[in-house]
């Protein structure tokens, strides 16, 4: 995204400029896994429009009766909208909407979830679908602002068309269904972290611009 941003607008300092992404948390997190339990859905974030959470309600809403889940829909925003939408649909047992949480509830969050979901409208490169990785989850999103360079469609995660209901219900209802394919995405997703977005990797590659500037200034 930024790159192409460089190369649109300010083309003559392309090959000057470096692009470092965001980087989160060391990659040794590991969720807790319930393998005779609901599959365990989270979201993380402002709840509104922007972050698309009237759509993952919905989407839930159209998941299978018989199938076995939960969902923690956590954030700020519109809390009461959100809980009364899940009533309405019939899940309201099923999605739990406990407001804000601080790092330590949100660590436990992710923790102990199977799916990460973010179906933003809008986005520059999420913290939250880094730190999902981080944790080895399958993650769900839109390819909006940098995601669609982080996720690697049917790779390390699945992408759906931003705003489509029936599209994030048929990729919800798809991981749900095929615990092998969500475990396979989770584990990909770790990998990914731990080679590009885990803070060490970023020092180490910060740490190598700035010598290289060095010797290009004085070379």
């Not at 470092?20 to 989270?42: D, M, Q, W, Y």
């Not at 959470?53 to 939960?70: F, H, I, Y």
């Not at 804000?100 to 660590?107: F, I, K, P, R, V």
């Amino acid at each position: 995204m930024w790159s192409e941003l460089v190369r649109a607008h300010v083309p003559q300092v392309e090959s000057r400029v470096v692009i470092l992404p965001n980087a989160t948390a060391p990659a040794h997190f590991k969720r807790e896994p319930a393998p005779n339990g609901p599959v365990r859905i989270s979201f993380l974030g402002e709840l509104g429009k922007r972050k698309g959470t009237p759509q993952l309600v919905e989407a839930l809403g159209r998941l299978d009766d018989g199938l076995d889940w939960t969902a923690t829909i956590a954030g700020n925003g519109q809390i009461q909208e959100t809980k009364s939408r899940a009533e309405q649909l019939g899940i309201g047992d099923r999605v739990k909407v406990p407001g804000w949480l601080d790092s330590q509830a949100t660590n436990e969050v992710l923790r102990g979830s199977d799916i990460f979901v973010l179906p933003s409208f809008a986005e520059n490169l999420p913290m939250s679908i880094l730190e999902a990785f981080a944790y080895g989850l399958a993650v769900v999103a839109t390819p909006v602002g940098a995601v669609a360079d982080v996720i690697n469609d049917g790779s390390n995660g699945l992408l759906v068309p931003v705003g489509n209901v029936d599209a994030l219900a048929s990729a919800l209802r798809r991981l749900i269904v095929d615990g092998q394919f969500r475990d396979s995405l989770g584990a990909a997703a770790k990998v990914e972290h731990a080679s590009k977005y885990e803070i060490g990797v970023y020092v180490f590659r910060l740490i190598e611009i700035w010598r290289n500037s060095v010797v290009l200034r004085h070379g």
